[in-house]
């Protein structure tokens, strides 16, 4: 199975707030797992990534977390700003491989 | 300058009528993407191509045609347009040995 599958659909968090947004897969062949984010407009832009090799990266506001056991990542973005205000993609892909596959994307709306 | 560029960035037109999107890439990479972005369906994939000889098919290539002219430059066709093929187009670039996705900023076409 090469789903990923990313919830919620949209998000509405207060300025200030954490804004956690997780994502699924099945297919254990996956070793990248980025998160991309999409301002209007705008193409995606890596925001991002992990590999399976750690259960944490942090940049900055930005944090994956990653459970390797229930095939499960998260992005959670501390004290959220207006300026985050963007949709957001989880996906997977393997080394070696051509493909990424995206979540359906979650759309973050930050109030000031 | 941008690494990726799309034209046109918007299109408007009717039933039937063949439509080209374009892309040119200035990073040298050799893997191409093109993307379909529908609300709550993210990022779909419609053809990728890893050199000038080698297209690939993606999930939702029905109704779709590409030609991939030189390594910078990876064009979409439409041949007969229909209004379900409304949506926003983006066109990606990945080098060998990187998972990162360079996209361009996006065609938004309409089909009357």
């Known amino acids: 199975q090469q789903q990923v599958k990313q919830s919620p659909q949209s998000l509405i968090v207060q300025k200030g707030g954490i804004s956690i947004i997780n994502c699924a897969y099945e297919n254990t062949a996956f070793d990248y797992f980025p998160w991309y984010q999409q301002f209007p407009g705008k193409g995606p832009a890596l925001l991002i990534a992990i590999r399976p090799d750690v259960s944490e990266k942090k940049e900055g506001r930005f944090t994956i977390s990653f459970n390797k056991s229930a095939k499960q990542f998260s992005l959670h973005i501390m004290d959220s700003q207006p300026g985050d205000s963007a949709t957001y993609f989880c996906?997977?892909?393997?080394?070696?491989?051509?493909?990424?596959?995206f979540g359906a994307g979650t759309r973050l709306f930050v109030k000031a | 300058d941008a690494d990726v560029t799309q034209t046109p960035r918007n299109r408007i037109t009717k039933t039937g009528k063949r439509i080209m999107l374009e892309c040119s890439q200035t990073k040298g990479h050799d893997r191409m993407y093109w993307y379909r972005q529908d609300p709550g369906l993210g990022l779909q994939l419609i053809y990728y191509?890893?050199?000038?000889?080698?297209?690939n098919k993606g999930e939702i290539s029905d109704g779709y045609s590409v030609s991939r002219q030189a390594q910078a430059k990876f064009s979409l066709s439409l041949e007969s347009a229909i209004p379900n093929q409304t949506a926003l187009y983006f066109c990606a670039t990945r080098g060998s040995g990187n998972n990162e996705q360079f996209f361009g900023p996006g065609t938004r076409l309409t089909v009357l």
């Open positions: 996906a997977a892909s393997w080394t070696g491989g051509f493909k990424t596959i």
């Open positions: 191509s890893f050199d000038v000889k080698d297209i």
